[in-house]
């Protein structure tokens, strides 16, 4: 949980910093765009717990 946690903070600061010098950001900047990569982590975990 404490690595979770860590990440979402990096991520956060990672996210502000690109804000405030006004670069676009690493990663799909909108909900359907994250999603998308949610689903292909998901996908990925569950085939390497069923078959990996």
């Known amino acids: 949980m404490q ?5 979402l903070i990096a ?3 990672v ?3 690109f804000a405030f ?3 676009p950001i690493p990663s799909p ?3 359907s765009g994250v999603m998308g990569v949610v689903g292909i ?3 990925y975990q569950i085939y390497v717990h069923f078959w990996g």
């Open 21 to 23: 010098i006004k670069l």
């Open 11 to 13: 991520g956060l600061v």
């Open 41 to 43: 982590f998901s996908g």
């Open 3 to 7: 690595e979770i946690v860590l990440a």
């Open 29 to 31: 900047p909108t909900i």
């Open 15 to 17: 996210g502000l910093l």
